[in-house]
């Protein structure tokens, strides 16, 4: 072999090295996005079934790690959710609704008698079951899904999920 096919040949190694090298944090770049964490696609632990009394709501926020772009936020609360603790015997044993006003998106509170829910933004009344009790707000408050775990202080578990506002039904946000 001649001294230029070696230097060729030496070209074309350091190259395709190179391209190697590039190749690997480009591939995880262009499939970041498959990793990030999803919203409202798991269940998140909010509380345990002591912290409850019965039919006292009681607003638990709801954390989770988000990602953008390199950065990480561990913890970050993303809304807000009511969780009804029911009487024993009933199903559900705890109803959970989100925060979100059904209405434009406003937190919704718990009246201070703690009798009903309240919106202050356009004064949305809902009952503890989240049921309208006057006509601003086209919806019920939204229902989550809950899972509660066994043993003796069971886990209150809850898939929190965005809806769009000023719908008649609950129309999931992506
Ligand atoms: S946003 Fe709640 S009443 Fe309008």
Redesign the pocket.
Known sequence: MSRRELLVRLVWGCRAVLGLVMLVPGMAFLLSPLKKSGRGTSFDALARMSELKVGEPRAFAVLKDLRDGWVKYPREPIGSVWLIRQPDGVDPPVVALTAE?P????A?NLAADGKSFL?P????IFSLAGKPENT??PRPMDPLDVQITSGPDPEIRVKFERFRPQADRRIPLA
């Open positions: 006003c209405h434009l998106g406003c919704v919106c933004c356009h004064n949305s601003v707000s």
